[in-house]
């Protein structure tokens, strides 16, 4: 488990008039557990919880502060199952979810309203098979994610943006070449849909839907090491 801060600050002071100021900080939080449940099965959690907050006080009178805050949260976890001495199954899952709120003194009087919301699910299944000096790792994955935009009061509605991503592709070989060399193959790539919500402007506002689908290569990699 560990614990991280960082802090920042930007103050400027004219020779006459008014300054600004500007701040930003974040703490976070970790902690992992890796055991050992029986002979063939093995498990390896995390959690994480990050916030970050950042602040500004503008050289304008008639401007007040304004300030963004968000929490972050994240959960993963991996069970490892040794099958057989050549032939191990790893499935794995994960959690990601942030919001936040902010105040924006630009405006008078000053408003506070909700900042986007994100929420992330993955999960998988990858395999670890070693033949001798041959190894073969990876799977596939499902993800999605989904960033949610609050309504603005006399504005507009709440609108959503999600991915959803199957089969996500991630596969690697490894093999050695000689007493001093291995070689690296790699591929990476996925099949994704793309829901977005966007307002059409009208009184009282609608909401429009685009759906766009696709592959994504990202591509193969080859390597020694």
């Known amino acids: 488990m560990g614990v ?63 300030k963004v805050s968000q929490t972050f949260i994240g ?3 991996r069970l490892f199952w ?41 999960a998988g299944f990858g395999i670890n098979y070693i033949v001798g000096d041959f190894l073969l790792a990876g799977g596939p994955a499902f993800a999605t994610t989904t960033v949610t935009t609050p309504a603005i009061p006399n504005g507009n509605p709440e609108l959503k943006t999600s991915t959803m991503i199957f089969p996500m592709w991630n596969l690697g070989l ?7 060399l291995m070689g690296r193959l790699g591929y990476v790539g996925n099949t994704n849909k ?4 966007s307002s059409n402007g009208a009184t009282p506002p609608a909401v429009n839907e685009n759906v766009t689908t696709g592959f994504a290569p990202y591509g193969a990699t080859l390597g020694l090491g």
């Open 4 to 66: 991280a801060y960082a802090s920042t600050t930007n103050d400027f002071t004219p020779a006459t008039g008014t300054g600004t100021e500007g701040s930003a900080s974040q703490i976070g939080f970790n902690v992992g557990v890796l055991a050992q449940l029986t002979g063939s099965l093995k498990l390896d959690l995390g959690a994480s919880l990050i916030m970050p907050n950042a602040s500004f006080t503008p050289a304008v009178t008639t401007q007040t502060e304004s």
């Open 75 to 77: 959960v993963n976890a």
């Open 82 to 122: 040794k099958y057989s001495p050549k032939l191990s199954f790893v499935p794995v899952v994960g959690f990601i979810t942030a919001s936040g709120t902010g105040d924006n003194g630009t405006i008078t009087p000053a408003v506070s309203a909700d900042l986007p919301s994100l929420t992330v699910i993955t």
């Open 174 to 180: 490894e093999w050695k070449m000689n007493d001093w």
């Open 194 to 197: 793309v829901t977005s919500e």
